[in-house]
């Protein structure tokens, strides 16, 4: 795969009304530079969407938030130097206020981040020996529009994602497999944080994955019990 892989965008999207009042319209899906552009893996993260740094640079993940995620939630497991990483937003603008987008906007956008994927999945595929491709959904709203909108499944909550971290699902158009992880939204760590016990344990798992030496979940051995004599 050539490097850096640029994504397309459109500075003229219209499609709903967070275009309006904003700087930067529809900012994209950017290849992290300290990636390890060597490797045959590729990681995304998503993220809910902009925030005011972002749309003023005109470029995600450059706030406190996306730096959280590079220091601790990439750099803490090194992932950094296992895959190339890419970073997006499930909604592609800023929203006025940090107002949390509304399930329409994560619709609206669905077809970019799904085009995305579809693009980095066929450039991965492509590769003399494709190795991981793993998504990681970052907070609850990025969480349940990406396994209802994309894998298009029932609501899941971020507590049911977590559950699910690792599991594999299948890309149709190349019948290739790849993992979905999720976890805590870096805003909600800044809030609380205790939470970033968990986000350590869920990158651990990330990390493992592409390593090829994280735990396959296994049918534990069900043994009858028998009441005792009377």
């Excluded at 319209?25 to 998503?46: G, K, L, R």
């Excluded at 995620?69 to 006025?96: E, F, P, S, W």
């Excluded at 020996?129 to 970052?138: A, D, Q």
């Excluded at 149709?172 to 609380?192: G, I, L």
């Amino acid at each position: 795969m050539e490097l850096p892989v640029v994504m397309p965008r459109d500075r003229g999207c219209t499609e709903c009304e967070l275009h309006e009042g904003i700087k930067s319209v529809y900012i994209p899906t950017v290849m992290y530079p300290e990636s390890n552009a060597d490797s045959n893996n590729i990681v995304i993260f998503i993220g809910q969407n902009p925030g005011f740094n972002e749309d003023q640079k005109d470029e995600p993940f450059i706030g406190r938030s996306g730096e959280m995620v590079k220091q601790a939630y990439i750099g803490g497991c090194n992932i950094q130097d296992k895959a190339v990483i890419y970073l997006t937003n499930g909604v592609r603008c800023h929203t006025i206020n940090n107002a949390t987008p509304k399930p329409r906007h994560y619709r609206t956008c669905m077809p970019h981040t799904s085009g995305d994927i579809h693009y980095l999945i066929n450039e991965w595929y492509n590769q003399e020996e494709p190795g991981k491709f793993i998504v990681v959904t970052l907070g609850a709203p990025a969480t349940s529009s990406f396994y209802k909108d994309i894998l298009e499944e029932k609501r899941v909550s971020l507590n049911e994602a977590f559950n699910r971290n690792g599991n594999t699902y299948m890309w149709d158009v190349f019948k290739k497999e790849f993992h979905v992880f999720s976890t805590y939204h870096p805003a909600a760590v800044m809030r609380n944080n205790n939470y970033i016990n968990a986000v350590e344990s869920h990158m651990q798992l990330v990390s493992d994955c592409l390593d090829g030496t994280m735990a396959e979940p296994s049918e534990p051995d069900i043994v009858p019990t028998r009441s005792p004599r009377r």
